[in-house]
């Protein structure tokens, strides 16, 4: 409690106990703020990082159930989500590597010989 | 005190996600993220996710993002130059994306359980020796059927790379 806190902390309307909503509604921010990032960015490497961003924010919202169920299986689904995300990031990385030596760019728009 | 620790880096966490899609060099996205994955680290740390807290250091922050920046300082990734069309996806997204939002938090409002709420140390199921125990009991499967996972993504990295493709 704030009793033993070296500096005197000023008293704030705060509850003692965070409700677990606040933990998925931060999650829902972050996770729309990737969708965002996804959908506004037209850097293929910056595309890539906002995947990555709405995969956090899920893992936040998996560890938060973990703790209102006192169960550890969120921790391992999250666990499962970061081992996937490695195994992504380096096969995603190949293939920009290889699209950007064939059409010398990282715009997301030039890139698009599958267009009819 | 566990509110104000919340408070503090969920701000942190929101500001850097902000700063990663607003910024247009992909090095300050990059640097960002690294933000935003310390930031959560801590979270998980309040939720008594001790071992996912440090791998999120060090597989997510550590590992992951040494690779992104490694790419992108291997291709020399400039600023995204300026566009002059207007994008008509702007005018569409960023309500779906906010309606998506407000939806959602009504939805964690209304739905979330009402329990005593979060407090720091009141669940210790987290540790590495819980982990394991469930990781090669419950989920001996999941964890053996990732390796192969792995197994493949590395010949897929290995075969993308090279130079004939």
Redesign the interface.
Known sequence: ??SE?PIP?PA?P?????????????S???F??????F?????I??V???I??ML?AV??SF??F???L????G??F???V??????????G??????V?R?KQT??IDEVSSLRL | ????L??TF?AI??AC??N??LQ?H?IA??LS?VG??GS?AV??L????E??AA??LI??AG??MV??LF??M??N?AA??K?KKPAL??VV??PL??T??VL??YL??AQ??R?????FG??T??GAL??GR??FST?IL?FEV?SI??L???L??VV??RKE?
């Open positions: 409690m704030p806190f902390l704030l705060l509850p003692d106990a965070v409700p677990l909503s606040w933990y998925l509604i931060l829902a921010i972050l729309s703020l990737g969708v965002a990032g959908l506004f960015r037209r850097n490497i910056t890539f990082m906002s990555e961003l956090n893992n936040l560890v938060a973990a703790y209102q006192k169960s550890v299986d921790h391992i999250s666990f499962f970061m081992v996937i995300a490695a195994a992504e990031a380096a096969v990385l190949a293939i920009i590597l290889t950007f064939n990282l715009e | 005190m566990d509110a104000m919340f408070l969920a966490a929101v996600a902000i990663l899609v247009t992909p996205s990059a993220l935003v994955m959560l979270l998980y309040l939720l008594g996710g071992f996912i791998v999120q597989v997510y590992a992951i690779l992104f790419v992108i291997l291709l990734a995204e130059k566009v996806k702007g997204a960023v994306v906010l998506f939002l959602v938090a964690i409002q979330a359980p329990g005593t709420g979060v407090k009141e669940f199921g987290g819980d982990i469930s990781l989920y999941p990732t996972v792995i493949i993504a590395i897929g990295a993308l790379a493709i």
